[in-house]
């Protein structure tokens, strides 16, 4: 298959991640699990075709003797490109950054959520809300528990 083709192919995958990367964005500010647990497996997905389609188009390149990496496809670009090749190209780059940032910032709002929630956990335990539940000398989880007979009067 022609590079320009692989190109376009990897192009549009690309887009669909970014795309599915801010709905689980929103999804995850809207605290909505059943859409990100469905998102979940659309992403697997997506990451998957993207993995397969840059393997197929690094072996193009490798066998027009480039390199077969992302620097082998700049070299590419600019000999061989059209300008619908190098606007795609430049579009894909574009959108390699913001799918980046979009998984960094995901994970950091993921973090938070289950930071939170572990803080929840722990107070729900009668531990202190930071609590690393690191286990003592005696065998049980390091904190502070409230006792049934600590709060008989």
Partial sequence: MPISTLLH??????????SVLLK???????????????????KAVLLQKIT???????????QASFEANENGM?????????????????????QLA????????????INQHFRRNQETLNQLQGRPANATG???PNGQTA?????RASLSV
């Fill in 74 to 94: 700049t070299v590419w670009i600019n000999r061989n490109a059209n300008a619908k090749d190098r606007a795609t190209w430049q579009t894909f780059q574009q």
């Fill in 98 to 109: 913001q799918a980046k940032e979009l998984n960094r910032l995901n994970g950091q709002m």
């Fill in 143 to 147: 904190g502070t528990h409230i006792s």
């Fill in 9 to 18: 192919q990897d192009a549009l995958l690309l887009n669909s991640l970014v």
């Fill in 24 to 42: 689980e964005q929103s999804s995850l500010i809207e605290m909505d699990i059943d859409v990100m647990e469905g998102l979940l497996d659309e």
């Fill in 134 to 136: 690191v286990y003592g």
């Fill in 52 to 62: 397969q389609a840059t393997k197929a188009r690094h072996l193009a390149l490798g």
